[in-house]
């Protein structure tokens, strides 16, 4: 059964979404068998397990962006990525 699950970040990181926390984020994603797709509240989906798209977001501080995940572990590809999301800026 294919699930989806979906959820909104803002970016708090007053650097933004830049390449460091976005390769956590990929790798992370990677291990999944689910499709993963993030974008701006308002835009167009990116392939989650790819860097060079997820780069192209171009995320300030306070942007709204949406991580979906469908598939048959979504369940659990959509926590994983939230922690990693929540992980990341809480380090820096």
């Known amino acids: 059964m294919c699930q989806t699950q979906r959820r909104l970040f803002v ?3 007053p650097s933004g979404l830049h390449m460091r926390p976005l390769q956590a984020f990929v790798e992370r994603a ?3 068998q689910s499709n993963v797709q993030v974008g701006r509240k308002e835009g167009e989906m990116l392939n989650g397990k790819s860097l060079i798209h997820l780069l192209g ?3 300030e ?3 709204e962006i949406v991580v979906e995940v469908s598939g048959p572990d979504a369940d659990a590809a959509i926590e994983d990525l939230w922690d990693v999301l929540q992980k990341i800026y809480d380090d820096v």
């Open 30 to 32: 990677s291990r999944f």
């Open 11 to 13: 970016v708090s990181n």
């Open 61 to 63: 501080q306070g942007t």
């Open 57 to 59: 977001l171009g995320a």
